[in-house]
C-alpha cells in the first residue's frame, strides 16, 4: 500500500525556522517526482516545491531563498527545510507524489499520492 506521511509542523515565530519530513512506504521515491504543497485556511492548495532523483528541483517564487527541499533516496523520505518563516506561511503542508522522472509542474492535479498534512503556524 503506498503511503505518505508528514511530520515536523509546529508553531513558530517569525523569522524561525522548521523541517519537515515526507516518510514514504510502499513504493520507491527513485521513481517519483515528490511535490510540497500547503493551503491555508479560505485559499487554494498551492505548490511549494518539487524534487526528483537526481535532486533537481523547483520552487514557488514565494519560497525562492527561504526553503529548500532535499531527499535521502536510502530512507525514502523527502524533507522541506523552512527558514526565515512569515506569518503568510501559515498553513497545512502536505507532501504528494507524482509518478514522473520530471518535476512536470507545480499544479496539484499532476500528483497522484499525498499524505494527510501537517499544520506549520508562525506567529508571534
Known amino acids: 500500500q503506498l503511503q505518505l506521511v508528514e511530520s515536523g509542523g509546529g508553531l513558530v515565530q517569525p523569522g524561525g525556522s522548521l523541517r519537515l519530513s515526507c516518510a514514504a512506504s510502499g513504493f520507491t521515491l527513485d521513481y517519483y517526482a515528490i511535490g510540497w504543497f500547503r493551503q491555508a485556511p479560505g485559499k487554494e492548495r498551492e505548490g511549494v516545491s518539487c524534487?526528483?532523483?537526481?535532486?533537481?528541483?523547483t520552487y514557488a517564487d514565494s519560497v525562492k531563498g527561504r526553503f529548500a527541499i532535499s531527499r535521502d533516496n536510502a530512507k525514502n523520505t523527502v524533507y522541506l527545510q523552512m527558514n526565515s518563516l512569515k506569518p503568510e506561511d501559515t498553513a497545512v503542508y502536505y507532501c504528494?507524489?507524482?509518478?514522473?522522472?520530471?518535476?512536470?509542474?507545480?499544479?496539484?492535479?499532476?500528483?497522484?499520492?499525498w499524505g494527510q498534512g501537517t499544520q506549520v503556524t508562525v506567529s508571534s
Open positions: 524534487t526528483i532523483s537526481s535532486g533537481s528541483s
Open positions: 504528494a507524489a507524482d509518478p514522473s522522472p520530471v518535476c512536470r509542474s507545480l499544479d496539484q492535479y499532476e500528483y497522484d499520492y
